[in-house]
Every structure is written in structure tokens, then in C-alpha cells.
């Protein structure tokens, strides 16, 4: 038999319940892509903003230059060089963190040698 008080107390259950659904689903962000997902990569190889001051200071004692004084020494003939991954167009280097030019320099540059 329904009596007044059980109408009440599943009037209480279901707003709850309906409270508690709006509080989970009120967590799961505003219907934007999470950070992890959006695009990280550079605007450009001078691009440093996701880039640590200590990476930055590395890159620069290593004396690294986006156009190399050497003009068959540089960054894309370079042991030492990574190139751009699908969709990018920077590459990066195996001492430091950023992006860098294919152009670039530093003076760790390693020539490429035959058969590398
Ligand atoms: S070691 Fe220097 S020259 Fe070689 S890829 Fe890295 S930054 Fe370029």
C-alpha cells in the first residue's frame, strides 16, 4: 500500500539519485577534448613555448642556430639529428628537447658518414 511517506522517501531516492548523475557527469569536463589530445606540436622550429628553461639553456650552450655558418654542416646531415615525424615539419635533436631546423647548427655537430 502506498502511503504518503513511502512517496516521499522515493521522491528523496530518485533526487538523489538524479543529483548524484548530475554531479558525476558534471566532472567529465565541458565538452572539449582533454589537454592530453589537442595538438602540442610548435607553430614553427623557433617555436620554444612547451620547452623547459633548462632545455633552453642547453640548447643554448651547445651554441645551437636555426642557419648554420657551415653550409655543408648542419642539422639535417647530422648523426645526432631526428627527423620531423608524420605531419611535422621541424625535426629535433638527440641532446635537447624542442624543435629545431634542418638548417640549424651546434657545435656537437657529427657528420653523417657513408652507409649511416
Ligand atoms: S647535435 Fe647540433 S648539429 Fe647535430 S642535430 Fe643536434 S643541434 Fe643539429
Given amino acids: 500500500m502506498n502511503t504518503r511517506r513511502h512517496f516521499i522517501k522515493n521522491a528523496m531516492s530518485l533526487?538523489?539519485?538524479l543529483l548524484g548523475g548530475a554531479f558525476i557527469f558534471s566532472g567529465c569536463g565541458d565538452g572539449q577534448k582533454p589537454a592530453a589530445t589537442k595538438d602540442k606540436k610548435p607553430t614553427s622550429c623557433s617555436d620554444l613555448s612547451g620547452i623547459s628553461a633548462e632545455e633552453k639553456d642547453k640548447r643554448?650552450?651547445?651554441?645551437?642556430?636555426?642557419?648554420?655558418?657551415?653550409?655543408d654542416s648542419k642539422c639535417g646531415?647530422?648523426?645526432?639529428?631526428?627527423?620531423?615525424?608524420?605531419?611535422?615539419?621541424?625535426?629535433?635533436c638527440s641532446l635537447?628537447?624542442?624543435?629545431?631546423?634542418?638548417e640549424g647548427y651546434c657545435t656537437y655537430y657529427?657528420?653523417?658518414?657513408?652507409?649511416?
Fill in 15 to 17: 533526487g538523489g539519485l
Fill in 110 to 116: 657529427a657528420p653523417l658518414t657513408e652507409g649511416e
Fill in 77 to 92: 646531415n647530422c648523426k645526432l639529428y631526428l627527423p620531423p615525424g608524420k605531419d611535422e615539419h621541424c625535426g629535433s
Fill in 96 to 102: 635537447f628537447k624542442g624543435p629545431i631546423e634542418v
Fill in 60 to 71: 643554448k650552450k651547445l651554441g645551437y642556430v636555426e642557419k648554420s655558418p657551415i653550409p
